[in-house]
Nanobody, 123 residues
Framework: QVQLVESGGGLVQAGGSLRLSCAAS???????MGWFRQAPGKERDFVAG????????SYVDSVKGRFTISRDNAKNALYLQMNNLKPEDTAVYYC?????????????????WGRGTQVTVSS
């Protein structure tokens, strides 16, 4: 089974940028990939996804226009470019893989998870 490892998190001021990476131990071309995040005391929520079929990208409304998800199947990698970060973006960010054709907002549809990387945005 493919294993996922996130990196790129850190502490940044509001308005700053970070680029998260997710490295897979095997091929990801057959997976729909997603990023989720979990703030303290809250549920793990969908942030962005990218389909394995047509590369269609989906975003939660709160990050549209600020975050961009991308994938490089040749490198078995997933990325999340985060611009204009806000304090409410503070969370642990998780990379996930799904056998579904298209992105799903439900974490139950994702089969493989990384351990997460912490993103902290100061005001």
């Amino acid at each position: 089974q493919v294993q996922l490892v996130e990196s790129g998190g850190g502490l940044v001021q509001a308005g700053g940028s970070l680029r998260l990476s997710c490295a897979a131990s095997g091929r990801i071309f057959s997976y729909t990939m997603g990023w989720f995040r979990q703030a303290p005391g809250k549920e793990r929520d969908f942030v962005a996804g990218i389909s394995r079929i047509n590369g269609r990208m989906s975003y939660v409304d709160s990050v549209k226009g600020r975050f961009t998800i991308s994938r490089d199947n040749a490198k078995n990698a997933l990325y999340l470019q985060m611009n204009n970060l806000k304090p409410e973006d503070t969370a642990v960010y998780y990379c996930a893989a799904s056998s579904a054709l298209f992105s799903s907002l439900s974490r139950n549809d994702y089969d493989i998870w990384g351990r997460g990387t912490q993103v902290t945005v100061s005001s």
